[in-house]
Each structure stands twice: as structure tokens, then as C-alpha cells.
């Protein structure tokens, strides 16, 4: 069963100029976006800094307001048919910054607490519900209810940030670098509380990451980002292990591989990513693409299917694109 | 099915829950780093026995501040009757410096707290609302910035005339500028925070984020701003009543006695003296109280 629904998402930043009237240009942070989530899965976002995918989930908690596109949750198009309050009671985040999503004024159990107690609910069993959080995502409410943040440690952060985000009892949490911040030992125990909670409370994730082992531990499915748009999606087995797009075998071939003989030798991609900056036409990585040809310049590269629910943004994956390397019809 | 058993948990945890973890309030801590402190205390102990002493005033002077008497004028410190002399009409200086520490007091305290609360406003505003907002309402205080503030509050008592209520009132103008753009400042830095965003994908409006997540945290610095700019509002206090726009003779106010008393400076220097010690004083604690709460307020040592 399909939960939410993206399609068309864009949002462009208008740059401003100086004095002179240099500058300008519009930042194509997310542009043009199209997805589903299912009811149950963990959708793995991918890409590199910059590309997108922070943009992408405050759009869909509307934190920005998106330029065009249309989200939808429960069937139900956010803004017109359903409230923006309401859904954000559904939708919750995990922020990267464990010390800066929290009030350092505020006690822990209190910023837990501070949900509910907009959306209604009394403030005993506000606190009730939040102690009941802290003790199921591993902190003692003894001990910790009437902590400081500043008095936590990065881990013990972030599951207050967890407990935070399921206090509304989400049906999705968006999970935006969620555990890039922490240590290789606190990101495994917080990754599996995630999978136990995610049984627990019958949740979606969204998760955002450029750690592409975590990504593939964790994801059903996963997108690609490459500035702005979807290079490639479709499950996580099909994405790792049949990967089409020039960009995604660049991504994974960066993985520092355990075996020592197979060290990688060649840098994969080359320079940095371009400018986000009014990007020119035709596919957005034809610039460091080592298959590019001048069709790939040429008008808008959509997500084609290459396989059961695997899709692709590249001409070579099309038939009859025009490209040299594109299957023929038959293929 | 998940919630329920939400539900065993929050039942099975409720009965433990009653006894809180034994930590410190973000209030107490620092008031306990403040007793810590002792410049501070002693400071803090110095302004206080300084304003009980302006509100018990008449019990405690030992004369009418307003009496005076030609034979006795200009009596030095130590004098029979007049423990720290007379002023230039024979009244008794002790008596019209605890006097004085109620007009110069409220003068040096009522401009800050009222500039507290409308520059607090209008910063908070233009920092959370940003754009446009911000731009109006930090412009129009820029103006006001660009002079210097004793020209500014005796331009402004100039203009509406002299009086105790025309000196507060140009004071205020003058302090809610530097106290306006304090608060736009750090709510611009709190805003941008991830705390406020998660508090905004909770569901919360712009009231009540304000509320909760950004006025604790920016009046703790902007209050502590306000604190040091009570020694210069006294100053500038006295200064206006020195110059004649404050508080009007025969009321005792400490700037406005130092004026008077300024031509008995080469006869009796340091009955003189005694105003601006003074306000000297009142000042000096006040700034270092405000550096002690500003150190106390900083959580992450």
C-alpha cells in the first residue's frame, strides 16, 4: 500500500545579485522529484553533499515551501486535503545535529514532551508518553528525563531526537543523516534501534544518507540523487547489485572495499560536482560522465524502467535514445 | 497493534516515573556558579543595600533633604550635624545622597527595562520573521544608531523639554536601538537552529515556537546586554540632570548635585566629589555584575 506520494517536487533559490547586477541565477536544489513510499518499507535516499537530499526532505515536511509538486500521504494531497499540521504529525524528522535540533534550554523529556502538548494532548500525559519514549529507545527516564542535552552524550542525543520524532506517533520518519554524525560503534547501535522500532511501531522510513553500506543495510528501496534529480531508483538489491546508472557504478565503485587486493586505484569521479547553479540542459552528469555524448545534451532525460521497478535516468539504459550504447529496439 | 502496545509500556512505566532525576535547573545552575562568584556577589550585595536604601530613604536619612541653612553651607566631610558635609545651601549631603539614590536609581533603571521590552520586541520580530520584516524594523533602528547616544538623548530631551519623565522617555529611545539589534541578532542564530525546524514539523505555530524555543534562549543574552547598559544609563541620567534636562533643583539626584556642587569644587573638593563617587560606584557594579551574569549564563563550561 502506497503511503506518500511525490511528484514534480522542485524548489529553485533564487540567488540575489549585488549592486552591480552580477550573480543571480537560481539554485536547482530539488527539481522535479517523483516517488512513492510503501506502507512498511525503508526508502534509502542517496548522492553526494549538495545534491539535494536535505532540501528534499524539509520539502516534504514543507519546512520550504515547495515551487511546484504535489505530495501526498495517506492518498491525501498535504495543504488542500490534509492539513499541514496534520500531516506533520504523521511525518517526523531525525535531523543530522543531535545538539543543535534539541532546546538547550529545555529538558529533555520537555523537548519530547513539546509535540504532543501542541497537538492537545495534557501535559501529564505529554511527560508520560515521553518518559515511556525514553525508556524504549534506551535511555533510564530516571536518570535522563530531567537532563540538559548539553549533560548527553552525541548517541544519547540522537535517541532523544528519535524518541522526539515518535512522540506525534509518526507513520513516517524522514531520517536526514541521522546517524552520519555519530561513532562507527554508536551508529550501529542506533541503527538497529531504528529497525526495532520500525517493527515496533509499525513505521516508514525515509532514510537519507551518503553512507552507502548504511544505506544498503537498512533500505527496501533506494533513490539516487544527482543535483536535483533522480538518476536511478528501484529496490536496494537491484540498485547494488544490477546497477545501470554511470553515475550510481561511480557512487559504489568509491565504497573502500575490505579486501586489500582490491584496493580501488582510480579515483572514479573526477573534479567536484557541478554547480547547482542553472545547470544546462540534457542529462546533469554529462560532465563527468565517461559515456557522454552529445545526445546527451539534448533535451530532458527521463526516469526510463530498465526492469521490474528499476528505473533509470540515462540515455544508455534507453532504446532507440540515439546513444551508441543504448540496446537496440529488440533488446 | 503497535499501539497497544504503546500502551503496556507507558502503563508499565508510569509507577517508577515518580521520583525525577536529581538534576539542576538551567536557572539554578547558573545562579549557583553566580554565588560562586564573589566579585559578583558583593556587587549584586553593593546595588541591592543601594536600592533598599533609595526605598527606605526618608526612615534612614537623618535629615529633610530639602532643608537647608545659610550659615551652615559648604560644611566639610566630618562636620558636627553633617557627616558628610553640607552642600552650597547648608543641606545636609547625606541626607540628599540616600534621597538621590531614588531618582537616579529609577532613572538609570526604568529606561532600560522599558527599551528591554519594546527594542526585545521589535528585534525578536524582525530576527524570527526575517525578509522584509527584518529589513523595515532594523533599518528605522539603524537610524536612530547613527548618533552617537548622549547626543541623541539630549537631542530628544532637548526637544520635549526638561522633566523626569521626558529624560526616562529619551533614554528609552536611546537604548532600544543597541537592544533591538542584540535580540534581532541572536534570534537570526537561533532561528536558523534545527531545534526550531523539528519544533515547526511538530506542528507548533509561529507564537508558540516563539514562546518556547526562542525567547529562553535569546533573552538570557539580551538581558545580560541590558545589565551593562544600566551603568551607562545612569551616567547618561546624570548627565542630562548636569546639563539641566533631567530632574530641576531643589530635587536631590546625584548628576544634577554634581552640577550644583561643581562651584564649590576649589572650597570643599571632595563634598563635590561625593555625587559622582557615586554614580561611580552604582556603575562600576553594575558592569560587573552584568560580566559575572554573562559568564555564569555560558552552560557549556
Known amino acids: 500500500m502506497t503511503l506518500l506520494t511525490v511528484s514534480g517536487l522542485r524548489k529553485h533559490f533564487p540567488l540575489k545579485k549585488d549592486l552591480l547586477g552580477r550573480g543571480g541565477g537560481t539554485v536547482h536544489a530539488v527539481d522535479g522529484i517523483t516517488f512513492d513510499v510503501a506502507q512498511g518499507e525503508t526508502l534509502g535516499v542517496v548522492g553526494e553533499s549538495g545534491c539535494g537530499k536535505s532540501t528534499m526532505a524539509r520539502l516534504l515536511l514543507r519546512l520550504i515551501e515547495p515551487d511546484e509538486g504535489l505530495i501526498r500521504l495517506e492518498g491525501r494531497a498535504v495543504g488542500t486535503q490534509m492539513p499541514l499540521t496534520e500531516a506533520r504529525g504523521k511525518m517526523q524528522m531525525v535531523f543530522q545535529d543531535s545538539f543543535a535540533s534539541l532546546n538547550p534550554r529545555l529538558t529533555v523529556e520537555d523537548s519530547i514532551a513539546f509535540g504532543p502538548i501542541v497537538h492537545g494532548l495534557p501535559r501529564a500525559q505529554a511527560r508520560e508518553r515521553a518518559r515511556s519514549l525514553l525508556a524504549r529507545v534506551g535511555l533510564e527516564p530516571l536518570r535522563f528525563a530531567g537532563r540538559y542535552p548539553h549533560e548527553l552524550s552525541g548517541g544519547q542525543r540522537q535517541r532523544v531526537n528519535i524518541a522526539r520524532a515518535l512522540a506525534l506517533r509518526p507513520k513516517i520518519v524522514i531520517l536526514d543523516e541521522a546517524v552520519s554524525a555519530l561513532d562507527k560503534s554508536i551508529e550501529a547501535q542506533v541503527l538497529n534501534l531504528l529497525l526495532d522500532l520500525k517493527v515496533e511501531f509499525g513505521l516508514t522510513y525515509v532514510f537519507i544518507s551518503h553512507d552507502l553500506n548504511v544505506v544498503r543495510y537498512m533500505s527496501d528501496r533506494v533513490i539516487v540523487m544527482y543535483l536535483g534529480k533522480i538518476a536511478e531508483a528501484g529496490p536496494a538489491e537491484s540498485v547494488f547489485g544490477d546497477t545501470r546508472h554511470p553515475y550510481t557504478r561511480a557512487l559504489f565503485s568509491a565504497m573502500p572495499s575490505m579486501d586489500p587486493d582490491r584496493r580501488t586505484q582510480q579515483p572514479p569521479l573526477i573534479g567536484d560536482p557541478p554547480n547547482p547553479i542553472d545547470p544546462p540542459p540534457g542529462c546533469r552528469f554529462k560532465g563527468r560522465c565517461a559515456h557522454a555524448e552529445d545526445i546527451c545534451g539534448r533535451g530532458d532525460i527521463t526516469l526510463t524502467s530498465a526492469g521490474a521497478e528499476h528505473r533509470v535516468a540515462c540515455l544508455m539504459t534507453q532504446p532507440g535514445s540515439g546513444h551508441s550504447s543504448a540496446p537496440g529496439k529488440a533488446a | ?301
Open chain 2, 1 to 301: 497493534m503497535s499501539a497497544a502496545a504503546v500502551d503496556v509500556r507507558e502503563a508499565a512505566s508510569a509507577a517508577p516515573a515518580a521520583q525525577f532525576a536529581p538534576t539542576q535547573g538551567y536557572w539554578r545552575s547558573v545562579f549557583s556558579r553566580l554565588m560562586r562568584d564573589k566579585v559578583t556577589v558583593i556587587c549584586a550585595l553593593v546595588i541591592l543595600a543601594l536600592i533598599l536604601m533609595a526605598v527606605f530613604a526618608p526612615w534612614i536619612a537623618p535629615e529633610d533633604p530639602l532643608k537647608g541653612s545659610v550659615m551652615k553651607r559648604l560644611r566639610p566631610i566630618g562636620s558636627e550635624g553633617y557627616p558628610l558635609g553640607s552642600d552650597e545651601l547648608g543641606r545636609d549631603m547625606l541626607s540628599r545622597l540616600i534621597f538621590g539614590a531614588r531618582l537616579s536609581l529609577v532613572m538609570g533603571i526604568v529606561p532600560v527595562l522599558c527599551a528591554l521590552g519594546i527594542g526585545g520586541l521589535l528585534g525578536i520580530t524582525a530576527g524570527f520573521h526575517g525578509g522584509r520584516v527584518n529589513t523595515a524594523i532594523m533599518r528605522t533602528v539603524d537610524v536612530f544608531y547613527a548618533f552617537p547616544s548622549v547626543l541623541l538623548a539630549v537631542a530628544i530631551s532637548g526637544a520635549l523639554g526638561a522633566g523626569i519623565t521626558n529624560a526616562i522617555l529619551s533614554l528609552t529611545i536611546v537604548f532600544i536601538p543597541p537592544i533591538a539589534r542584540v535580540a534581532e541578532s541572536v534570534t537570526t542564530q537561533v532561528r536558523a537552529l534545527d531545534y526550531v525546524e523539528a519544533a515547526r514539523a511538530s506542528g507548533a505555530g509561529n507564537f508558540t515556537i516563539i514562546r518556547v524555543h526562542i525567547l529562553g534562549n535569546v533573552m538570557g543574552p539580551v538581558f545580560v546586554y541590558a545589565t551593562s547598559l544600566l551603568s551607562v544609563c545612569m551616567i547618561l541620567a546624570a548627565g542630562l540632570s548636569f546639563l539641566g534636562l533631567g530632574t530641576k533643583p531643589p530635587l536631590p539626584e546625584w548628576g544634577l548635585m554634581l552640577n550644583t556642587l561643581r562651584t564649590a569644587i576649589f572650597q570643599n573638593p571632595w563634598v563635590a566629589a561625593l555625587p559622582g563617587l557615586m554614580i561611580f560606584l552604582v556603575s562600576f557594579c553594575f558592569n560587573l555584575l552584568s560580566d559575572g551574569v554573562r559568564s555564569a549564563m555560558d552552560v557549556t563550561r
